[in-house]
Nanobody
């Protein structure tokens, strides 16, 4: 059973930065894609960023140029560096992994709140 555990969420002021990390219980090398999704209250869960086994990335238009996704196959982790945060980035952020987009494995989520 694969487990994904997110960390790094919290409260930050607009314009600030946060780094989310997702640790997998096993090897992530077999996963075709790993990604981050977010869900704001009353809204659907949306893709934020994904990275494939080969290192190709894709971002939601709303975060391009501000967020960067990376994966470390040796450490079985995937990270999301979030810069220039805006109040509209406030959401629960979920780590995801699997052979598809989205994959079948989800983390429990970590809250990110951007507010002054």
């Amino acid at each position: 059973q694969v487990q994904l555990v997110e960390s790094g969420g919290g409260l930050v002021q607009p314009g600030g930065s946060l780094r989310l990390s997702c640790a997998a219980s096993g090897s992530i090398f077999s996963f075709y894609a790993m990604g981050w999704y977010r869900q704001a209250p009353g809204k659907q869960r949306d893709l934020v960023a994904i990275i494939t086994r080969g290192g190709s990335t894709n971002y939601a238009d709303s975060v391009k140029g501000r967020f960067t996704i990376s994966r470390d196959n040796a450490k079985n982790t995937v990270a999301l560096q979030m810069n220039s945060l805006k109040p509209e980035d406030t959401a629960v952020y979920y780590c995801n992994a699997g052979q598809g987009v989205p994959g079948v494995h989800w983390g429990q989520g970590t809250q990110v709140t951007v507010s002054s």
